[in-house]
Each structure stands twice: as C-alpha cells, then as structure tokens.
C-alpha cells in the first residue's frame, strides 16, 4: 500500500507538481487570481479545486544532507483524496532526468547539471520518491526566495541543498562554509540578491565618504 506521507509519485502524464498536503509548501499566494490560474483534472482524483500557488518542495537526502527538489509553481490542491505528485515533464525540462535500471535494478532521478541522484522506488507499479522531512520547516527568507527565482528562470538546478535554509544550521567551519557557498546560487556575483546586498552595502559608504570629503 501505497504511504503518500512519505512517497510522492512521479508521474508521466502530470503537467506540475501538487500535493494535498499544505506542509508541502514553504509559503503559497492564496489569491483568487493564483486559485483560478489552474485546473486540477485527473481519472484518479476527479476535479479538485486549487487552494493556492506557491514553491512546493519535496525534501529528500543526498550522503546525509538535506536536499529538496523545488517547484516554483507547485498547486495545493483542495480534495478528499490523499495525493502528492511531482512531474517528470516538469522535472525533465528543469535537468532531473529519470534513469532507469535493468529488470529490478532501482532507478533514480538525475541532475544533468551537478550529477546528484535522488534514489527512487516502486511501491504497487508506481514510480515514487522517498521523501524525509516537510518543506514547512525550511526557513522563508530572501535568500531562499531567491533561490527558487533562480530555480524559475533555469539558472539553476531545482535539485538544491537546503542546510542553510533549515532551523538550526550551523557552520562547521570554514572548509564547510567554503562548501557551501559554492552551492548556494544567492552567493554569486550575479545572482539578483548578491546585486541587492552589494548596493545596500555600497550607497551607505559613498555616502559617508562624500561627507567626509566635504568636511575637509
């Protein structure tokens, strides 16, 4: 039998990612607008309705660390029936490719960018991943919305490390922290928050200096 809590499917034939589980959400827009921007259609879980838009998460582990694949897009549906689905047309197009085994060899999902894997299974014929942990317990900040903006416009893989963005993260020094940087796409030089932090941090010392220069 088939524990949603734990295992999304993957499906084939889904045009987006959608959970009935709201803990699959780190924050969602719940607008009429974002409500009626999509119809939820299946044979299997007839016509739910749409109970906001927002980054869907399903969080997973890679050697020990925490990861998560992002929609930026996911749909909280509004049903009776219990579902979770990620979709591998969605997946595909953002660089997580499904990679087969022979016979019962296991498959896994792969990120053509970094070439992590996500391990997956077949519980009752149907493709899923095993998740661990909820997406409601990654931290909202402007580093993690940015984030899935990078996610959204393909500048990086949807597959990211969410250690930073979960509570209780510390640094392990500074070989860790070297590490980590190099993942976390906020911290490059052309990343929009990167931009943002530089101009905050630079329009306070001109300002200063110029005073400084007129005192003289």
Known sequence: MLDVDKHPCHDFGSGAFISVDIRDFVYLD???AAKKSVSIRGPSV????????????????????????IHPDGVYAKAEVEFRVSSERVCKQKGLRVVSGKFDEPDHLECVRTNK???????????VM???GMADEIIDSPAFRSVVEEVRRDKISPLVDLTPFLPGHIQNGKRDMN???????????DSSLMTFLSLSLLVPLLTHLTRVSCRR
């Not at 894997?117 to 493709?127: E, R």
């Not at 590490?179 to 030089?189: A, K, L, N």
């Open 117 to 127: 894997k996500v391990a997956m299974k077949t519980i009752d014929n149907i493709l």
């Open 46 to 69: 007839g016509s739910p309705g749409c109970g906001g838009i927002g980054p869907l998460v399903f969080r997973c582990q890679i050697d020990g660390r925490p990861y998560g694949i």
């Open 179 to 189: 590490e980590q940087i190099d993942q976390w796409p906020y911290f490059r030089s």
């Open 30 to 32: 719940e607008s009429a």
């Open 130 to 132: 095993e998740t661990k």
